[in-house]
């Protein structure tokens, strides 16, 4: 009984052991969950914020999503080259701009010839005369010296055509202006060093604009330009330089906002001499003539340059609209730095052309250019004779 006690008991171990057999490598093959691999602990920082919410609905849709489009590149914008311009030619330039002293023609031509070619020439008619001239700007000695030599020369040759008259006045006119002053505007380099042009002026003269016009004068004549920007008060003083400068291919030496303008002078110089051009053009900044500190950093600017060689010109600007006001600027001015020259601008306006006469009487200064209006090229080398006729109006059958 036992040995058959024995014998069942072994039969059921060898079936569990069978059962167990069978059922483990079953269990050993069910797929376990993933373990993180080595690529999550060593991605970089920026991917563990995970994929875009476009790739994770992607991958939970099976749906395909393009990426986004990659911003366009940039490129830098190229600014467009200024197209170098050349300047008419300034021969001539003063008989074509003459029509713009029409204004001043009512007073000089119909005004005083209208007077003059009276019936009879008595003490009030001259009177009338002097009258006119002195609202015209020429300066109270200026006009009576020019009406006492008038009234001489039609005592004595009896004249009495307009013609005639026309060309007595203009005789004297011409006379009052002194033909014989040098106008010529000293830009020619001497033994390797270019001439140097310093501009200066009081606020508000159109100054810069002038210095600009000087500029594309002497370009026309044939001379290569630097400019020096030295009015370092206004940026916007350096930047329309800068712009008259480009339209002749000229170039401009500048210095920071608030920069010492003596110093910019200087390089401005030094420039020029390193690469050999005939002319620096020195713009400075617009002073009043009564800041006596302005002025003498004005005198500053002057000796700074001059280490280089001495100033070849100094062009004083001139309102033309400030009458006799402008007498008083030209003196300070030349006090401070040698005037050499003054350029008149604004003659088309309400200006009266006799302050042309008045500027050299008073100062000995020539006037050496004159502004004829706002183009950029109505800016004319001054002379005396052609002025003269322009104010008086074209004579019958002469060419206008």
């Not at 204004?103 to 009879?120: A, E, H, I, N, T």
């Not at 001259?126 to 009234?151: N, P, Y």
């Not at 009896?158 to 002194?178: I, K, P, Q, S, Y």
């Not at 712009?243 to 210095?255: D, F, I, K, L, P």
Request: aromatic fraction near 2%.
């Amino acid at each position: 009984m036992t040995d058959y006690l024995l014998i069942a008991l072994a039969l059921l171990g060898v079936l569990i052991l069978g059962t167990v057999g069978l059922v483990a490598p079953k269990l050993r093959r069910r797929r376990e969950p993933p373990l993180p691999t080595a690529e999550v602990e060593t991605r970089a920082e920026e991917d563990l914020a995970g994929p875009p919410v476009e790739a994770a609905e992607a991958e939970s849709t099976g749906i395909l999503v393009e990426p986004p489009p990659a911003p366009p590149v940039q490129v830098p914008e190229v600014p467009a080259e200024v197209p170098v311009e050349v300047p008419e030619p300034t021969a001539g330039r003063l008989v074509r701009l003459r029509s713009r002293l029409s204004r001043s023609q009512s007073v000089f031509g119909k005004g005083l010839l209208g007077l003059l070619s009276r019936d009879r020439l008595d003490e009030e008619t001259w009177e009338e005369i002097e009258d006119s001239l002195i609202t015209a700007d020429v300066g109270i000695d200026s006009t009576r010296e020019i009406v006492d030599r008038l009234r001489e020369r039609t005592r004595v040759l009896g004249t009495r055509t307009v013609a005639e008259l026309r060309t007595l006045l203009a005789a004297e006119l011409v006379n009052a202006l002194d033909p014989e002053l040098d106008r010529a505007l000293h830009t020619a380099p001497k033994d390797g060093v270019p001439a140097v042009l310093l501009v200066v002026g009081v606020n508000g003269a159109g100054k810069t604009t002038t210095c600009g016009k000087v500029a594309r004068v002497l370009v026309a004549d044939g001379r290569s330009v630097i400019l020096g920007a030295a009015d370092t008060f206004r940026a916007a003083a350096a930047d329309q330089l800068e712009t008259w400068a480009g339209r002749v291919g000229a170039e401009t030496v500048r210095g920071p906002e608030g920069a010492d303008p003596a110093s910019v002078a200087f390089d401005a110089v030094k420039r020029g001499i390193e690469t050999g051009v005939d002319t620096v053009l020195v713009d400075t900044a617009g002073r009043l003539q009564n800041k006596v500190g302005l002025m003498d950093e004005l005198g500053k600017v002057k000796r700074v340059v001059e280490k280089h060689g001495p100033i070849d010109e100094t062009l004083l600007i001139l309102d033309a609209t400030t009458g006799q006001n402008g007498l008083e600027q030209a003196r300070v001015f030349t006090e401070a730095v040698d005037v050499t020259g003054v350029a008149l601008t604004k003659l088309d306006g309400t200006a009266k052309g006799g302050i042309v006469i008045s500027v050299q009487r008073k100062l000995g200064i020539p006037v050496k250019l004159v502004g004829l209006g706002e183009g950029k090229d109505d800016l004319a080398p001054f002379d005396p004779a052609q002025f003269v006729d322009a104010l008086l109006g074209a004579e019958a059958g002469s060419d206008a």
